[in-house]
């Protein structure tokens, strides 16, 4: 059978959800056009019950010297079809600063 459609096609897992990499693109899209701000890094992607669940870390003040620009942390939720369903900011730091150990 072929696809005749003329609509993206998403790149499937053998569960027939969307592929990991499909899932990043989306959030890292629904993230952007929800708050304006875009993710540096993907630090986390964990399957869950109810779907998938990542971590996007941002920029949200910029300033001089970069090392001192504000960060933050968000946890992204979304449905098993990589739709997202909330987000919420869990940390804030300077860019410079390392995490205590």
């Known amino acids: 059978m072929t696809d005749t459609s003329d609509g993206p096609r998403k790149k499937t897992t053998a569960t027939s ?33 109810d779907g998938w669940v990542l971590d996007a870390e941002v920029v949200e003040l910029a300033r001089v010297p ?12 979304l449905d098993p079809d990589g739709q997202l ?7 804030r730091y300077e860019r410079g600063r390392s995490d205590r150990g």
């Open 17 to 49: 959800g969307p592929s990991p990499l499909a899932l990043l693109r989306s959030a890292r899209e629904q993230l952007v056009e929800l708050t304006g701000l875009y993710p540096e890094s993907l630090p986390r992607l964990e399957q869950t019950d």
């Open 66 to 77: 970069e090392s001192m620009s504000l960060m933050a942390l968000y946890e992204v939720t």
């Open 85 to 91: 369903t909330g987000y919420r900011r869990i940390r």
